[in-house]
């Protein structure tokens, strides 16, 4: 257990990010109010970057998560965290929306991700 969170050093730290961000209550930004559908495109790029950094965390290390396991780990984190906003905190609230961007951020990490480890492989086997 010790040896993958070492493995991981970023996706530990995104990871405690995420989890922070989204249960601690944070202070409203006008500025931000102004942008439609902010908080989504927030989740969308959080969790894309976070999967992105697992994938190519997973390709340094000796054995590479599966596709499926770098896929389902942010889905999961994304679902408990809004779970735990609706029932455990009194600032925030869990919604199927945020969950829906968090997924879709997901994907796009993982193409991302994908793309990162033909590029590598491609330039490393000429």
Known sequence: MLYRLRSYP???LLGIAIVLLSLLSVPEV?????????D???????YGVLTSVVFIESLCGRR???VLKVFLAPVLLG???????AYLTT???GEWLDFVANTIGVCIGV???????????RSSSK
Request: hydrophobic share 50%.
């Open 111 to 121: 193409v991302i991700g994908y793309g990162v480890k033909v590029l590598c492989f």
């Open 40 to 46: 989504k495109w927030a989740h969308m790029v959080m």
């Open 91 to 93: 600032s925030r609230s």
């Open 10 to 12: 970023f996706t530990c």
């Open 64 to 66: 590479p998560l599966s």
């Open 79 to 85: 679902g408990l965290l809004e779970l735990a906003q």
């Open 30 to 38: 006008e500025l931000v109010e102004d942008i439609p559908l902010f």
